[in-house]
């Protein structure tokens, strides 16, 4: 009994079993053409009356759907290794250049870890602590590109006239 899919071939007998074995990667193409033929002249003549019959039409859509699949493969392994290859040459030209970053990375690390756990200094509790624009849920985010830095309002008398919204967004 056999059946056609409109992407594939379905067929439960022993023929189509002998085809996928008998059609291996090493072998040439005109091995596994010969062994479609056989497959479809094997399977012409369905029991099943609801089943399409395999002709001429149905083999060549197997095979461009089959060379479709095989070219998007390599061109996927094609792309895998070119990756593989651009970062491996990347790294090994390198690694002057990275292992230099890293250790700057570790010097201004090991620099700055002593403030981690300092308390703020000079007007850092005006700016910081006391500042509403910082403090989450009280006053909106579009408050912060209409105050200054130190949360007053632009157009208010008081105002210090330093507009830095990101800088407050930072410390928020």
């Not at 699949?69 to 030209?93: C, D, G």
């Not at 703020?120 to 006391?130: C, K, R, S, T």
């Not at 210090?160 to 967004?169: A, F, G, I, N, Q």
Request: charged share 25%; glycine share 4%; hydrophobic share 35%.
């Amino acid at each position: 009994m056999c059946a056609f899919d409109s992407n594939y071939c379905i067929c439960l007998t022993r023929t189509w079993i002998q085809l996928k074995s008998g059609c291996g990667f090493g072998q040439q193409q005109t091995d596994h053409n010969e062994n479609l033929r056989r497959f479809v002249d094997a399977n012409t003549k369905c029991e099943d009356k609801n089943s399409t019959q395999f002709n001429e039409k149905n083999v060549d859509e197997y095979r461009t759907r089959n060379a479709y699949l095989t070219r998007i493969t390599r061109q996927i392994a094609f792309l895998l290794n070119r990756f593989v290859y651009i970062t491996r040459r990347f790294l090994e030209s390198n690694k002057k250049c990275i292992v230099t970053h890293l250790i700057l990375f570790i010097a201004s690390f090991a620099c700055f870890s002593n403030s981690l756990n300092g308390e703020f200094v000079h007007d850092d509790l005006v700016a910081i602590i006391g500042n509403k624009d910082v403090c989450r849920g009280q006053n909106s985010l579009l408050d912060v590109f209409n105050n200054d830095f130190w949360g007053k309002p632009m157009a208010d008398g008081d105002s210090h006239k330093s507009y830095r919204p990101l800088t407050v967004l930072s410390f928020r």
